[in-house]
C-alpha cells in the first residue's frame, strides 16, 4: 500500500480496521461458542478433578470411613504416618523403584523408538512385536512372569543356566524382588515408544540431509540433530514416566495378590494407600497418603520444569 | 569403503538388534500362547519345552466354562465400546475449541489441562469413590464410563496438537459462507482429524479394556465383572489354572494385536508432538 494514499483518508483505515476487527472476530468465533465446546470438558474437570481434589484435603484431616462418618483430628492421620514404618518402607520402595525405571525407561525407549524409525523390510511387524507387551492384560501379565521368574523351572533362570549362571531367587528374593518388577515394567514400554517414534517422525528430514552434507556419521547425526530434537517429547515422557513410576500398583499387587511379599519389598505407596481406604476404611488417613503423593509429585514436575530450559530445545526457536 | 555398501552394513547391523531386540518383546508372549496350549502336566517340565504335546485345545473351551467368560466379554465390551465412544464425541470437541477458537480463558483452561494430567488417579480416587456410593453408582459400570464423556486431559492435549497443524484457510472459506461454528467442526475439522481421533480413541480402548484398578473399585458383584478380574479367579488357594488362564489372556489380547497391525500407519500419523510447549 502506497503511504500517502494510507495517510490522506484517516477515517478508511480506521473502518478498515474495525472491518477487519469484526471479520477476524467473524471467522475465530466468539467467548460463548468456546466455551460451549469446551464445556464437557469444564463440567468434567470441576466434577472430577477439582471437587474430588478438594474434599479429599478435607478428608485428609478426619479419620472417615464409608462405615462411620468420622471427625475432624487436624494433622493427627499426617503425624500418625511420619511414625508409621509401613509409609517410610513403601516410600523408599517407590522411590528406588522409580529411580531406575524412569531413565532406564527413557535410555530404552528412545533407542527403540530409533530402531524402529529405520526404514527395513517388515516394519510393520517389527511395531507390533514391540507394541504387544503394552496389550496384554497386567494380571496375566503379572502371572506370566512369575512363571518366566520362577527359580525352578522358569525360562529366565533356563537361559541362565545354559551359560553357566546359577539364577538368583527372583521374585522370591528379599534384594531381586525390586528389580525384576523393573524388567517387567520395561517390558511393557510400548506407549513412550508410539510417543517417540511421533517424535521421530516430526524430525524433518532436511536436517538429516543438511548433515550428511556436512558429512556427519551416524553418531553425530544421532547426538547433534536427532536428540537435540527429541528432547521435548524425552521431557514429555519423562513428567508422565515419573508420575507413573510414583503410581505403581496393578503389577506388584496383582503378583502378590496385595501382600507385597517378600517382607514388604514389594509393597508400593499406592498399594498401601489402597489396603487403608479400601481393606481397612481408613479413608482418611489414605486421603492423607494420597496428599503426600501429590505434594511429592509435584515437586518433582517442578524441579524437572526448572531442569527443563537447559536441555529441552523446541524447534524453531 | 563405498558409501553404499557401508550404509548397507550398517542397516543390516541395526536388523540384527532389531531382531534380538525383537526377541525379549516376543518370547514372554510366545510362552503365553504356548501355555495357553498345553496340558497342565507340561506347564512345569524342566527344561522348559515350547511345543505343546499334544497340543490341548479343550483349555479354550474350559477356560470358558471355568469363569463366566462370555458374561465377562459382554461386560468388558460394553465398558470398552462406551467409553471409548465418550472420548471421541467430547475429546475432539473440547480440543478443537482450544486449537481453533478464540475465547476468554481458553490459555488458563489449558494450563489447568496439562496441570491435571500430573493429578494421580489415588488423590482423587477415594472421593470420586464416595461421591458415586452416593449416587448410587458403585456396584455399577457408570463410573467406568460415564467420566469418559467428559474428556480425558491426555486425549484433549493430543487432540488439540493434530488440531493446531491442520491449515485455517478451510475452516475461514466455510465461515465466510456462513456454516455454524458447529457445522464447520463436525463437517470439515473433524473428518480431517480422523487419525488422531482413531488414536486417541484405540489408547482408550487398550487402556479400558485391560484396565484392573477401575473395575475392582467399583464392580462389587460377579455378573459385573470384566476379564481383567475374571484373569484372577484362575488363581486360587489351590494353585493357578496356567493353560486356562494364558487362554483367556490370549483371547483377550489377539483382537486389540489385529487392531493395531492394521491400524497401526493411520495410527501414528494421528500422535503429533509439533509445536508442545
Known sequence: MKRDVKNSNMQTSIDGALARDTNKKLLKGSSLTGWLFASPWVIGLLLFYAFPLFSSIYFSFTTYSILQPGEFVGLQNYRQLFS??????????????????????????????????????????????????????????AVLWMWLLNPGFGLVNGALDMVGITGPNWLGSEFWSKPSLILMSLWAIGQPVIIYLAGLGDIPNELYEAAEVDGANWLQKTFKVT????????????????????????????????????????????????????????????????WILFILIMALTAVIFMTSKRWVHYQGK | MQPHIKKKIQLSLAQICLILASAFFIIPFLWMVS???????????????????????????????????????????????????????SCPLVAYSFAKLEWKGRNVMFVITIAVMMIPMQVTMIPLFLLFNKIGWVGTPLPLIVPAFFGVPFSIFLMRQFFMGLPDTLRDAAKIDGASEFRIYWQIMLPLAKPAVLAVGLFQFMNVWTDFIGPLLYLTEESQYTLSLG??????????????????????TLPI???????????MQGITFSGIK
Do not use: C
Open chain 1, 84 to 141: 508409621d514404618e509401613l509409609f517410610w518402607k513403601s516410600i523408599y520402595n517407590t522411590i528406588y523403584f522409580a529411580v531406575f525405571f524412569v531413565p532406564l525407561s527413557i535410555i530404552i525407549g528412545v533407542a527403540l523408538a530409533m530402531m524402529l524409525n529405520m526404514k527395513v523390510k517388515g516394519m510393520a511387524i517389527y511395531r507390533t512385536i514391540f507394541f504387544l507387551p503394552t496389550l496384554v492384560p497386567h494380571v496375566a501379565l
Open chain 1, 227 to 290: 536428540l537435540p530434537l527429541l528432547t521435548p517429547v524425552i521431557f514429555f515422557n519423562l513428567v508422565m514416566g515419573s508420575i507413573g513410576a510414583f503410581q505403581q500398583f496393578t503389577l506388584p499387587y496383582t503378583m502378590t495378590q496385595g501382600q507385597g511379599t517378600p517382607a514388604n519389598t514389594l509393597t508400593f505407596y499406592v498399594m498401601y494407600l489402597y489396603d487403608n481406604a479400601f481393606k481397612f476404611f481408613n479413608m482418611g488417613y489414605a486421603s492423607a497418603m494420597a
Open chain 2, 35 to 89: 501355555t495357553s496350549l498345553k496340558p497342565i502336566t507340561q506347564v512345569f517340565t524342566y527344561p522348559p519345552e515350547w511345543i505343546p504335546n499334544p497340543f490341548q485345545w479343550s483349555n479354550y473351551v474350559d477356560a470358558t466354562e471355568y469363569i463366566p467368560f462370555f458374561t465377562y466379554l459382554k461386560n468388558t465390551t460394553v465398558i470398552t465400546v462406551l467409553s471409548t465412544l465418550g472420548v471421541i464425541l
Open chain 2, 231 to 252: 484373569l484372577q479367579q484362575f488363581q486360587s488357594q489351590k494353585g493357578t489354572e496356567w493353560g486356562l488362564m494364558m487362554a483367556v489372556s490370549t483371547m483377550m
Open chain 2, 257 to 267: 494385536i489385529v487392531l493395531f497391525f492394521f491400524m497401526q500407519k493411520t495410527f
